[in-house]
């Protein structure tokens, strides 16, 4: 399940001076691919949002 805003890889580089834009877009892949968020297709770009973890049950 999808939670929060979606924003784009270039909205995300902005936060990170430092880093350049194809790293923040290899790391984006590398968190879609671990499922911790989830990536779409909007025209040209890709919007990227955080995923909820799923719901574990525990008993005592």
């Given at each position: 399940?999808?939670?929060g805003p979606s924003c784009s890889a270039g909205d995300l580089a902005?936060?990170?001076p430092a880093m350049s834009?194809?790293?923040v877009s290899r790391h984006?892949?590398?968190l879609v691919g671990a499922?911790?968020?989830a990536a779409r297709r909007d025209g040209n770009r890709r919007l990227y949002r955080p995923v909820r973890p799923p719901t574990v049950g525990f008993t005592s």
């Open positions: 399940m999808e939670v902005r936060h990170f834009r194809p790293a984006l892949r590398v499922g911790l968020i």
